[in-house]
């Protein structure tokens, strides 16, 4: 007997149901086909379209670009959809590798293509994507005012180093204003392009820079802070304002890859006295991770004081950990001026970093030769 399914008064046999279903899924097969095909012949075509004006409009842009006069505007309406995408297009790429003079007069190009513009009704309405897009256009054209003039903040990891970008690069905002913006949210790390922007934004303002650290290292995410921790480490060693006890907090902190950070980061600050007390450096190369143990010792090595190496060679006698131990002696070995007792104590690993320390010497040598 043929199985039946009940419903709202009606018993439809298992078999009609079935026929039903696999036609729908056919139907929704044989459109998502088509609808695919359609669309890659559209792409191939529009492609080919693009590609066969580029080359020509290339050597147009480049040709008005160093004439006498460009004139953009008459250019730009005489163009069609597709040309217009494709100078957009060119005009990206030249931005990019042109400056001086040159790219300012490129920058007029934008400004007749109504990209500033367009950017501005995409910050006020577009998606993420397309807010990073008008962000990026408005960096290359150094164009600033619609981001100042749009009600718009930013509301990603991505866009807050995207405008703390626009503000270093074209002086929209003071450098502590992008430091701000790129700390401002303390959950999430940031993408390398913002880690990269954070770096630049440091070293224009290093004092507002520690300034924040100091201030909010606390609620930051491990990764965040491992972050700002790095870019402390390569700021400009000289500043002379700013506290500094939060990094000394960080290097007794509870994560390990914090406490790493922060050991790195106070390679460059050895200059300051303060952070030279004996007893916090013993404490710091006994700490339980090999991983904290090797940048303490790198730390110390970068210091290079006489309290500091000898702080570092009482610790490499008791370390047990081999890549620590490693680690360590390539550093002791980089620092001039250790006595050649080092050698019969350290054994094996002083032979291998004396070695490698020397092949790098070589090398070295061997570029600057290449380079004169």
Known sequence: MTGQITGFGYAVPVTVVLVAI??????????SFYLT?????????HDTRRDSVRDDLRGELLARLFGDDPEWETWVGELSGVEREVVESLLDDHLRELDGDDADRLRE?????????????????????ERLHALTWL??????????????????????????RLCIETGAAPAAVAVAILLADGDEELPVFGQDTLYRAAREAPSAFLTTASEHYRTWSTALLVQVLTVTGHIDTSVRTGDLAWLTAALEGDEPAVRAAAARALGAFGWRRPLRDRVFLERATADPSPKVRAAVYEMLADWGDETAVSVLMHALVSEDDRRALLRGTRALVAHDGVDGEAGRVF??????????????????????????
């Open 22 to 31: 696999a036609l729908v899924v056919g139907l929704a097969l044989a459109v």
């Open 37 to 45: 095909v359609g669309w890659s012949v559209y792409r191939s075509v």
């Open 109 to 129: 190009l934008g400004d007749a293509l109504a990209i500033p513009e367009r950017a501005s009704r995409r910050l006020a309405d577009g998606d993420e994507f």
């Open 139 to 164: 960096t290359l054209l150094r164009r600033p005012e619609p981001y100042l003039a749009a009600d718009f903040r930013p509301r990603s990891p991505r866009e807050r180093a995207a405008a703390a």
């Open 347 to 372: 054994g094996d690993a002083w032979a291998w970093s004396s070695e490698h320390a020397a092949y790098d010497r070589r090398v070295n040598r061997g570029s600057e030769r290449v380079v004169t």
